[in-house]
């Protein structure tokens, strides 16, 4: 069992920061590869990063490449999203989720056992 609590999200401005994290608890946090996800309302939940135990390999969609950053620190059972130059249409709940399967395929929603209660990133215009 692996329980995730996320922290960071709030209101900002088109084309400002926020860091999100995900603090993990249960069991060995580094075995684990880490996503975040979000989910606007009406639509589909996606992912926008995903980082494996080593952070060896990192997944970020498209629509985030080059604004978002992904990180963890085994250490402190935590894990990151750094986001900058955010668009209103980032605007949504972001959820971080935790698998131990091994896939080349991290960003499937389905791949993910474990998910946070979510923080509301608002991003106006």
Known sequence: QVQLVE???????????L???CAASGQ???????GWFRQAPGKERECV???TWSGGNIYYASSVTGRFTISRDNAKNTVYLQMISLKPEDTAIY???ATRAYSSRYYLTALYDYWGQ???VTVSS
């Not at 060995?28 to 880490?34: I, K």
């Open 28 to 34: 060995t946090f580094s075995s684990y590869t880490m």
């Open 95 to 97: 959820y971080c989720a």
């Open 7 to 17: 922290s960071g999200g709030g209101l900002v401005q088109a084309g400002g920061s």
């Open 118 to 120: 979510g923080t509301q």
């Open 49 to 51: 990063a995903a980082i």
């Open 19 to 21: 860091r999100l994290s």
